[in-house]
């Protein structure tokens, strides 16, 4: 049943370029038990509306923006999957703001663009994002419950406002600036990533694990280990086995340069986000299709399609 719905996901996505690239146009499809339904690319608050918790919405290439307000707000447990980051773009403010402290189990958003900010209204379980770019960055409300386990995975974040609702994050092989100050240091930790630390307060920040430290103004309490840092290291509760790094103009590859010099983290692996099992990109997570043919058959009256796919 798994492998069903895994290469049902792989047909819409591919059939979604196909039919983007002929129309020219981006498209919205539902995937409900089994059935699908197509949107416009100016009705994804109408695909979310037509969704039940558990529902699939698949994003082609192209620009969804709601013309009627410039917020989406997520308020069922579903998965919006894109084709990549840097073709599937949300060009809205996307608020998640699912009732009743739901745990949710599959990733709520993966291979998509958010032009503007991430919000989280409502306290929730497990929000888990992959693989997507936030440009204005993620905020949470202030007076909200306590948000649990949210798991940031390979993305590019422009900025990550930590406070005390924010419990337990995990950030991991990801690009991200870090503003404002955590629960504790361990409420937030991010590891194999480049960090810009931003004006955090004194009172706990994060916990930082084999991360590359690009940019550093006050890192508050927080906690290193196994980090380098192209700037001076200033206040911090604890540094083991950190280093200064100090670019060089010539260098055009530093996770390649990082390797050479043997600035491992404790997993064998280079410091910063192209470091760890799970190494820095916005490539989708389903095969692409890397070509194809179609062609009409007069004699039958049937489409025919050809697609080669490339390895996950």
């Not at 919405?57 to 009627?68: P, V």
């Not at 001076?232 to 010539?250: D, F, I, L, Q, R």
Request: charged share 15%; aromatic share 8%.
């Amino acid at each position: 049943m798994i492998m069903k719905k895994i290469l049902l996901s792989i047909v819409c996505l591919m059939m979604l370029g196909i039919q983007s690239v002929l129309a020219g146009t981006a498209q919205i499809v539902l995937r409900h038990q089994g059935n699908v339904k197509q949107f416009n690319p100016d009705e994804l608050p109408s695909a979310i509306e037509a969704a039940e918790n558990g529902d699939t919405i698949l994003l082609s290439a192209g620009t969804f923006k709601y013309s009627a307000s410039s917020i989406v707000t997520i308020n069922k447990a579903i998965t919006i999957i894109g084709v990549g980051a840097n073709n599937s773009v949300i060009d809205n403010s996307v608020y998640i703001d699912i009732p009743n402290n739901p745990v949710l189990t599959a990733h709520l958003l993966d291979g998509v663009n958010i032009t503007r900010e991430l919000y989280i209204v409502k306290s929730a379980i497990g929000i888990k994002i992959r693989k997507c770019v936030i440009d204005k960055g993620i905020s949470y409300n202030i007076n909200s419950d306590p948000i649990y386990e949210m798991l940031i995975d390979r993305c590019d974040i422009n900025n990550i406002g930590l406070n005390s609702v924010l419990r337990s994050l995990t950030v991991t092989n990801s690009k991200a600036q870090v503003l404002n100050a955590g629960y504790t240091p361990d409420a937030a930790v991010f590891s194999n990533c480049n960090v810009i630390i931003g004006n955090t307060a004194t009172n706990g920040t994060a916990n930082f694990i084999n991360c590359y430290i690009t940019t550093f103004y006050n890192a508050g309490n927080s906690i290193f280990t196994n980090c380098l840092a192209s700037v001076t290291w200033k206040n911090y509760t604890s540094a083991e086995n950190c280093y200064t790094y100090t670019p060089s103009e010539t260098e055009v590859d530093e996770a390649e340069y990082f390797q050479q010099q043997g600035w491992l983290g404790t997993d064998g692996t280079i410091v910063g986000m192209y470091g760890g099992t799970t190494p820095f990109t916005l490539e989708p997570n389903a095969p692409k299709v890397t070509d194809y043919t179609i062609g009409v058959d007069t004699k039958t009256r049937m489409l025919n399609v050809k697609m080669t796919l490339s390895a996950n």
